[in-house]
């Protein structure tokens, strides 16, 4: 079983950027390919990013395309996504989630972070 940890959330105003960081405590993390998915109050948890288990192949949500950017540092067993040029709108929970196979699809994430919730202020 993963065990995700993510860190990097708070409050920042739009244009800010921020970086989240997610550790996982499996010795085989290149194993894995890695999601972040956000959850906004009164909404469904959707795609944000994926990477897959080389970090060569990368996909993104259109809303978060050009101004995000996921990689990961598989002898860190670690993942992150830099967001630029934050809205609003980018404000919710994110969370990381790992899985054998590349996949923008929530429901085929086996193992999932507790979350971190990132603010943006207008």
């Known amino acids: 079983q993963v065990q995700l940890v993510e860190s990097g959330g708070g409050l920042v105003q739009a244009g800010g950027s921020l970086r989240l960081s997610c550790a996982a405590s499996?010795?085989?993390?290149?194993?894995?390919?890695m999601g972040w998915f956000r959850q906004a109050p009164g909404k469904e948890r959707e795609f944000v990013a994926a990477i897959n288990r080389s970090g060569g192949v990368t996909s993104y949500a259109d809303s978060v395309k050009g101004r995000f950017t996921i990689s990961r540092e598989n002898a860190k067993k670690t993942v992150y996504l830099q967001m630029n040029s934050l809205k609003p709108e980018d404000t919710a929970v994110y969370y990381c989630a790992a899985n054998p196979i590349f996949s923008q699809n929530r429901y085929e994430y086996a193992y999932w972070g507790q979350g971190t919730q990132v603010t943006v202020s207008s």
């Open positions: 499996e010795g085989t993390f290149n194993r894995y390919a």
